[in-house]
């Protein structure tokens, strides 16, 4: 039992959420798809202690030595959900920097972020050429 690890499994449930919230909104203040990504892997760092948690204090407080293999299980469902979301490209927008500076008709599209399932936006033909 290692009363150690129990404890900074809970200082990282407390403090990952925090700072991955932090990266997210930054993130939206720059338009940094890179650093929402960062914010993003915070929070699966965040279940991820979490399940270290419940598996080692569960096994001390009543021997339940099968719960940390168990909800690691869970947690690896949630990554590969999150995995196979950005490999779509789901998630990855965020707002530009430029908005509300009066360059928002300049910009080219990003990704199919601006329409709705991913549909191109075709809003003039001629800057279709150079977003591309």
């Known amino acids: 039992m290692s009363w150690v690890g129990i404890a900074l499994a809970a200082g ?11 990266k997210q909104r930054l993130a939206d203040q720059m338009g940094s ?5 960062e914010g993003r892997q915070n929070m699966l760092c965040a279940y991820l202690a979490g399940a270290l ?7 001390a407080l009543v021997g339940a030595w099968w719960l940390d ?8 469902g949630a990554a590969v959900k999150e995995g196979v979301g950005s490999w ?28 709705p399932a991913g549909a191109a936006a075709q809003t003039a033909s001629d800057r279709d050429d150079w977003c591309d």
């Open 12 to 22: 990282s449930v407390v403090f990952m959420p925090m700072l991955g919230i932090a």
């Open 33 to 37: 798809v890179a650093t929402r990504g």
């Open 53 to 59: 948690f419940v598996g080692l204090l569960g096994n």
């Open 69 to 76: 293999p168990a909800v690691g299980l869970l947690i690896a």
């Open 88 to 115: 779509r490209g789901e998630g990855c927008c965020v707002s530009s920097p430029l908005e509300g500076a009066g360059f928002d008709e300049d910009r080219c599209p990003q990704d199919g972020c601006d329409t």
